[in-house]
């Protein structure tokens, strides 16, 4: 396992840590989670143009920038250490990925220069109420009308699904699953905000009622999806390792800071050890979310991004609430940016998949659960 | 040097003396092996090394593996000896007789041992109470050492006691050699959890070390001992075992085979605990692979600190698992708890692979892992460190910082 970032990786991480740290202060996170879109379109467009972040790991022919899963790492622990609210991850990862793994050569061509330019957001709606995770249980059908096609039906926990410009939706068609795009004012299509624990990541319900939808896939999409959700997750496991360590490092500042009984609250062991038990689970997730990403492309890769998702996530979870816990009664207003990491923390947690989701997938692939 | 030029020396060790000769000892080839500058390469010529960078070690060792079926590991050898004496030798020791030393480490024929830990100085070490007095070209040495590994074989211990208590703790200690077969050196076994004694209590009654195997200056024993237990961290290092290796791998094992009856339900609760202990393994292998990366690229940062503490408390939970697999046969212990020095119980570590060597082996570790998080920096200490030197947080206040040895509370 290869572990060692270059140079070129050293400056886009230092490039994008300094842009973030400019348009995306707390000041900035706390004004975009308030919004119902929650994001500026005005960053997304220099976030866009200045850095190439929309198109990252969309092909250069396209107008992206080509570059693979570990720049991609890279730049969601940037994004997730300043909770960056925008629509990267559905829009440049979940349904960039879907496109460019199951959409037609000619869509790809026509959707994926307007995603890198910025000028459009995506988003891909798959998730059905119930197990909303699982493709295997898409029930959605698209009835074909000719070349045309009309959904009926309702997706929810759409990623950013308010404000994408390019909705992508997963449905079936016989017994094929296949991708097919709405448009955004389409007939008969309603968005509907749902209220979220992570005010920092904007989720929506769709309505379809006989609503006008392009086939965009002429084959079965199924693995195309799985292999997306695979980059999603293992993009998201960086994303929530770079929480994790943000939330340490404001835990170990306060600890340093903050005196009780005349001196510093990480002077006592209380307090110190578990800011150091803390940085043993970040420095494995640290591996646990590198290892998915500069292995993204072997075998073993979903088994990768599986150890990810479920150690990230968990670890990510217990730093948010030790921040808190470390920070006392600071910690629980609301004021203080700590409680933005938890709700990132937990949501982040859910989507995609539980923890526990992901260890019986593990478990099953070494065997301690049967396959 | 280059490699090729190292690994042409290791042959033409090996056409003078092969360690698969039956005539030929361990003490034999790896006398030579040292004469050849081939036991230690970054040492200097003439001191079992050729001042080659470390890594050509290696080399020399992959050599004389490829070339010969026996390979005499330095753990089984001397690790003592080899791991922590050698070096300080090398640093400290006096020009005269250093040579005949260290190729004596090197072959085994000197077994050493380490004197630093004491009844009231276990994490406290730099606080210890044995007392050094000078008298004429010699020092007489009083009080008790324990957990010492191989005192009871060895020729050589490296001794820190207190030559003056009227000065604060670290300042007033000095560093020995000490001939272990003095008179009023008294070794005892000491039995452990397991009935086993790997270790010692040494008593020295009157001890007397002539002043000329004093390494460092009188005084400068706690730097001399850095030198050492800092060769012991990077020691107890160790590898990264394969994936799904290491004492996971026997867990899973023992998973397979197990025919214990269980409910749905229980089964379900098992396998996750066994799954979270297979994910996280394999999170500290990567760690330890990352921990390398960054150690060649020159940036080592935290990563190559949290090792200890994670994986002895994870081997714990690893091993107390193996025995819920194992359900009501955990309730046997076969090996006894016969007091006894380590014998066959010991090469249950390397494991012979199968069910029933697997079956002691967990039973044994479970007893023998609980010192995991104690020796060699016990957990809580681990995480000051952590606390302290990884993540900058400042220390507890210290009562004991200031002010002469003799004046601290203790007991």
């Not at chain 2, 004197?115 to 044995?130: K, R, T």
């Not at chain 2, 009227?166 to 001939?179: A, I, M, T």
């Not at chain 2, 020095?341 to 079956?359: A, K, Q």
Request: charged fraction near 25%; charge should be negative.
């Amino acid at each position: 396992m290869n572990f060692e970032f270059s140079e070129e990786h050293e400056d886009l991480r230092r490039t994008v840590r300094q842009f973030l740290e400019n348009e995306s202060n707390e000041t900035a996170v706390r004004e975009m989670m308030a919004e119902e879109n929650g994001f500026s379109r005005e960053v997304w467009a220099r976030l866009s143009e200045e850095l190439g972040l929309a198109g990252l790991i969309i092909e250069e022919k396209h107008g992206g920038a080509g570059f693979g899963m570990v720049e991609l790492a890279i730049v969601m622990e940037e994004m997730g250490r300043v909770l960056l609210c925008a629509p990267f991850l559905s829009s440049a990862v979940l349904a960039t990925s879907a496109i460019e793994l199951g959409a037609d050569a000619s869509i790809q061509a026509d959707l994926l220069p307007q995603i890198a330019s910025g000028e459009k957001t995506a988003t891909l709606a798959f998730s059905e109420a119930g197990d909303p995770w699982n493709l295997g249980k898409i029930e959605m059908t698209a009835a074909a009308n000719g070349d045309a096609f009309k959904l009926s039906g309702q997706k929810t926990f759409v990623l950013d699904g308010r404000s994408a410009n390019i909705i992508l939706v997963a449905a079936k068609v016989g017994s094929e699953l296949t991708l097919l795009q709405v448009d955004e004012d389409a007939a008969g299509l309603t968005r509907e905000s749902l209220p979220p624990l992570d005010p920092t990541r904007k989720l929506a319900t769709l309505r379809f009622d006989h609503t006008p939808a392009k086939r965009i896939a002429s084959v079965d999409v199924r693995g195309a999806l799985e292999q997306s959700i695979q980059r999603t997750i293992t993009a998201l496991a960086a994303e929530q390792l770079g929480g994790a360590q943000r939330c340490l490092d404001m835990a170990v500042d306060y600890a340093k800071s903050r005196l009780q009984f005349g001196r510093p609250i990480g002077s006592y062991q209380a307090i110190k050890h578990q800011c150091a038990d803390l940085l043993v689970e970040v420095e494995l997730a640290r591996s646990a979310a590198y290892a998915a990403a500069f292995s993204a492309d072997d075998k073993g890769a979903d088994i990768a991004a599986a150890m990810a998702k479920s150690f990230c996530s968990e670890t990510y979870a217990k730093a948010a609430k030790r921040n808190i816990q470390i920070h006392g009664g600071m910690g629980f207003t609301w004021e203080h940016p700590a409680h933005l990491y938890l709700k990132r923390a937990k949501a982040s947690e859910i989507i995609f998949g539980s923890p526990s989701l992901h260890r019986e997938k593990v478990a099953r692939s070494v065997g301690i659960s049967a396959a | 040097m280059t490699e090729t030029e190292v690994r042409e020396r290791v042959r033409s060790l090996l056409q003078k003396i092969h360690p698969d000769d039956p005539g030929a000892t361990a003490v034999d080839f790896r006398g030579v092996q040292f004469d050849h500058g081939l036991a230690f390469a970054s040492y200097p010529e003439g001191l079992g090394g050729l001042g080659l960078s470390p890594k050509m070690q290696s080399i020399v060792n992959d050599e004389l593996q490829q070339n010969a079926k026996t390979f005499y590991e330095n753990l089984a050898i001397n690790p003592i000896g080899i791991g922590m004496g050698a070096p300080v030798l090398l640093t400290y020791g006096k020009d005269e007789g250093k040579r005949e030393m260290l190729r004596r480490i090197f072959t085994g024929e000197d077994i050493w041992c380490q004197l630093f830990s004491e009844p009231s100085a276990g994490s406290d070490v730099a606080g210890l109470s044995s007392r050094a007095v000078r008298n004429g070209d010699d020092w007489v040495v009083n009080g008790q050492k324990v957990w010492t590994t191989l005192a009871h074989v060895s020729k050589w211990g490296m001794l820190v006691t207190r030559t003056d208590p009227d000065v604060p703790k670290h300042d007033g200690l000095s560093y020995f050699l000490l001939d272990m077969e003095s008179p009023g050196v008294e070794c005892r076994p000491l039995y452990q959890i397991t009935g086993e004694a790997e270790f010692n209590e040494v008593f020295l009654n009157d001890v007397r070390i002539p002043h000329s195997r004093m390494l460092g200056e009188e005084g400068q024993g706690w730097r001399v001992a850095i030198t050492t237990l800092m060769n012991e961290r990077s020691a107890l290092g160790g590898g990264a075992s394969r994936k799904g290796g290491g004492p996971v791998s026997l867990l899973l094992k023992l998973l397979q085979e197990s025919k214990v009856s269980r409910s749905k339900v229980e089964q379900a609760l098992l396998e996750d605990r066994i799954t979270r202990l297979y994910i996280r393994a394999e999170m500290l292998r990567l760690t330890t692979l990352r921990a390398r990366a960054t150690q060649r690229s020159g940036n080592p940062g935290p990563e190559g600190s949290v090792g200890k503490v994670a994986q002895s408390e994870l081997y714990q939970q690893v091993w107390e698992t193996c025995i819920d697999v194992l359900g009501e046969d955990g309730l046997i212990y076969e090996l006894g708890y016969e007091l006894r020095r380590p014998g066959d119980i010991t090469s249950l570590r390397s494991g012979n692979d199968d069910d029933e060597t697997r079956r002691l082996q967990a039973k044994y570790q479970l007893l023998r892992s609980q010192a995991n998080t104690i020796e060699g920096g016990t957990s809580e200490i681990m995480r000051n460190i952590l606390g302290e030197r990884v993540l900058g947080l400042p220390g507890e206040p210290r009562v004991d910082k200031n002010i002469a040895w003799k004046d601290v509370p203790r007991g």
